[in-house]
């Protein structure tokens, strides 16, 4: 999928938190973003919880997050 994203000129990958350094490693190099979503699908998380999370995947090297 990330290959695909490249070769179509997307601009980036939104994946599972696991997958957000696998993907980040496999788009360097090039202007794609890696995103993730936090609370997804349903949004039952606290308000601190999201917070952990988001700080969490931008530790892993997420560059767009969205969040339910």
Do not use: H, N
């Amino acid at each position: 999928a990330c290959q695909k994203a490249v070769d179509y000129g997307l601009a980036g990958v939104f994946c599972a938190d696991y997958e957000v350094p696998i993907v980040k490693e496999v788009l360097a190099g090039s202007d794609l973003y890696t995103g993730a979503g936090v609370a997804f699908p349903m949004g039952t998380s606290t308000i601190p919880g999201k917070v952990a999370d988001v700080a969490e995947l931008v530790r892993l090297g997420a560059t767009s997050i969205d969040y339910v």
